[in-house]
């Protein structure tokens, strides 16, 4: 799981294949379908934690200072 020195990433979560981290240096959640061998740029925001959508494998919530954010979801690439 690499940019080779494009993104510094954070808040990494999974679920099967699919992993999802932040990265911040310019606030984008990344989302790599392949174990995060290629990856696909979601919204820009500032979180601490991601966590997998139970009712959605296909998306992410960022926790913000007031909690988990389900306004703030990151929609999955096919949502996006």
Known sequence: ???HGEADLHA???AGATVYGW???DGPVLRGDDSGRTWQRGATLSTAA???D???RGGC???RRTGWSRAATVASPSRA
């Open 1 to 3: 799981m690499s940019l």
């Open 12 to 14: 990494l979560t999974a």
């Open 23 to 25: 990265n911040s240096l």
């Open 50 to 52: 991601l966590t997998i």
């Open 54 to 56: 139970p009712a959605d």
């Open 61 to 63: 919530w960022p926790r």
